[in-house]
């Protein structure tokens, strides 16, 4: 398998990934910078009893993206939309339960 192409089967991704522009343990899966960020994911931390809506956007694309690994979410976002078919927002609303 080309180590652009992701299983199709992967349900889950772990907690405590590297910060990498590159994680092994995902077949090779690239990983982005956001805006004015570290290259990786930064999962969202509300304080303890408030709640927070947490909104993922994802994208079926067309082709495999031109970008490098750990590319900026400008160079990432312009990649997509050449690329994209269809595209859909979900939201998870959640709250972080304080410690006792």
């Known amino acids: 398998m080309d180590t652009l192409e992701r299983p199709p089967d992967t349900e889950r991704i772990p907690a405590g990934l590297p910060r ?34 947490n909104r993922f956007q994802l994208y079926a694309l067309g082709e495999v993206l031109d970008v490098a690994d750990g590319t900026d979410h400008d160079t990432a976002s312009e990649a997509i939309g050449d690329a994209v078919l269809a595209s859909q927002q979900i939201a998870v609303d959640f709250e972080r339960t304080p410690t006792p």
């Open 20 to 53: 990498s522009a590159t994680v092994q343990s995902l077949g090779g899966a690239a990983q982005g910078r956001p805006e004015g960020g570290e290259v990786g994911y930064e999962p969202p931390c509300p304080q303890p009893g408030q709640p927070y809506t």
